[in-house]
């Protein structure tokens, strides 16, 4: 089968590394790929100490560990982040980075452990079992099918809707510029914009900005490079070192920076679920899959989109091998207690510099491979030297809104749900969703059921049960 074999190096190509990555081919440099992958790294280092405090955040009421060491989930989040990367670069070879998904360890956290009691072994257990399904998915043909179904437009607004969630990302949790209030409106303005975090992130905006708008390659690079060395200078000699609890000197000692990292919670996970009885770990299970199953989707064809990777059907060509590589993430996340792997939309960073193959994800593995012993050194990125980018990132994927077809009320409703309810509700999954059963619904209600793909009526369905499951759970 076509999905187990790995790209055929290209006919065309300066050096061995470009004619197997299909640099030359893809209107790439070599340059641009390292650029392009440290852009995406810098972006989403963050997971290295986000990922700890959200699975270190719940004690479990019962097994062994009863919470997980900060220091082991960092270790195993760059283990798990920097293997699976690499698979992607060079199996798959495209410009996509995995981590430990946000949303789905809070619910590994929070619901799984925090509500309904499992233990740490056992809720890595649930991840390891959705990992393992989904991939089923993917060598039957299914995952794939379902993405060809999608009409381009809607491909479209999902892509457009990420990239208003990168935006919205990079102006709330990144900046905070944009906050969520104790009561009042849902967010608003931070009423408090004279602090040193919001001076360093309009700096490095101003910055980053210039060199975009200057055609500066490597610009979303550089961006982060100077606002982060800003932060230090201002964290030094404005905030007594007290700005950002990670900053470190301009010159660390050695001890600051390299630390051996432990990888005792790698294999620790349990497929003891009975006791939560048999529809009840069934049910969240599929709640995972479905969230793995098209947020993966959604950054996919939202990237591809942006670099131009997509074919003239708007199929990205190799789509399997990028399915199966996140898929099977999704289980080694579990297995390794770093909670569930999935394909990051700060990828959109590097694509954003011009990378196109595997080789920016070579680069991002081996960072976070790295990371498992520098990161202390990884943690000097302050989040505000990231939110520019994210903010420019949207920009980059908002411009393709003008190619959606308004005219149809079925595109344009659709559209519209799919790209706010993302940023909305926080998910790609549900905008997704959203998008998905407006379609459906509304072209039946037309009469042009003919024009709905039968896969989309078998998926809106679905979403339907998770969107009703979610309002009675």
Same mark, same amino acid.
């Given at each position: ?126 991840? $390891? +079992?959705?990992?393992?399904?989904? /991939?089923? =998915? *993917?060598?039957?043909?299914? !995952?794939?099918?379902? &993405?060809?179904? %999608? ?50 992130? $309009? +700096?490095?905006?101003?910055?980053? /900005?210039? =060199? *975009?708008?200057?055609?500066? !390659?490597?610009?979303? &690079?550089?961006? %982060? ?96 091998r990028v399915l199966l590589v996140d898929s099977l993430a999704a289980a080694a996340g579990g297995a390794a ?137």
């Amino acid at each position: 089968m076509a999905i187990w074999s790995p790209p055929r190096p290209s006919s065309t190509g300066a050096s061995p590394v470009d004619r197997y990555f299909h640099i030359t081919e893809r209107g790439s440099t070599v340059r641009t790929e390292l650029i392009a992958g440290a852009a995406t790294w810098l972006t989403m280092a963050y997971i290295l100490f986000v990922n700890p405090q959200i699975l270190g955040a719940v004690k479990a009421t019962s097994g062994t560990p009863s919470q997980l060491p900060f220091d082991q989930v960092l270790a195993v989040t760059a283990l798990v982040a920097g293997v699976i990367t690499l698979v992607m670069g060079l199996y798959a070879n495209f410009p996509f980075a995995l981590a430990a998904g946000l949303g789905l360890n809070g619910f590994v956290a929070f619901t799984l452990v925090g509500t309904f009691h499992l233990t740490w072994p056992e809720a890595m257990g649930v991840i $390891v +079992i959705e990992g393992l399904a989904i /991939t089923f =998915l *993917v060598v039957t043909g299914f !995952r794939e099918a379902v &993405l060809n179904a %999608i009409p381009m437009d809607l491909k479209r607004a999902i892509g457009v809707g990420i990239g208003l969630f990168i935006a919205f990302i990079g102006l709330t949790v990144n900046s905070g510029v944009v906050v969520h209030p104790a009561s009042g409106p849902i967010v608003t303005l931070n009423p408090d914009l004279t602090t040193l975090r919001i001076l360093t992130f $309009v +700096i490095g905006l101003a910055i980053t /900005t210039a =060199l *975009v708008a200057r055609r500066v !390659r490597g610009s979303l &690079l550089f961006g %982060i490079v100077l606002t982060t060395l800003i932060a230090i200078i201002i964290n030094q000699g404005f905030g007594h070192g007290k700005v950002w609890a990670n900053g470190i000197a301009i010159v660390p000692a050695l001890s600051d920076v390299v630390s051996r990292p432990h990888f005792d919670l790698v294999g620790k996970f349990s497929f003891n679920l009975f006791h939560i009885g048999v529809w009840t770990g069934l049910a969240l299970i599929i709640s995972v899959m479905l969230s793995d199953f098209f947020d993966t989707m959604g950054t996919v064809i939202g990237i591809s989109e942006q670099g131009g990777l997509l074919d003239k059907d708007g199929k990205l060509p190799g789509m399997n091998r990028v399915l199966l590589v996140d898929s099977l993430a999704a289980a080694a996340g579990g297995a390794a207690s770093a909670s569930s792997n999935t394909t990051y939309i700060e990828s959109a960073a590097g694509v954003a510099e011009g990378g196109r193959t595997g080789l920016v994800a070579v680069v991002v593995g081996v960072l976070f491979l790295l990371a498992t012993f520098l990161s202390r050194l990884a943690g000097v990125i302050p989040p505000e030297a990231t939110a520019p980018v994210l903010i420019i990132v949207g920009y980059y994927m908002m411009t393709i809104v003008k190619d959606i077809n308004w005219g149809d009320p079925a595109i344009g409703i659709a559209a519209l749900l799919t790209i706010v309810m993302q940023p909305f509700t926080f998910s790609i999954t549900n905008g997704v969703g959203a998008g998905f059963i407006a379609y459906t619904v509304i072209k039946l209600l037309q009469g042009k059921w003919r024009e709905v793909h039968p896969l989309m009526l078998v998926v809106s369905a679905i979403f339907g049960w998770y969107f009703w499951h979610g309002l009675i759970a």
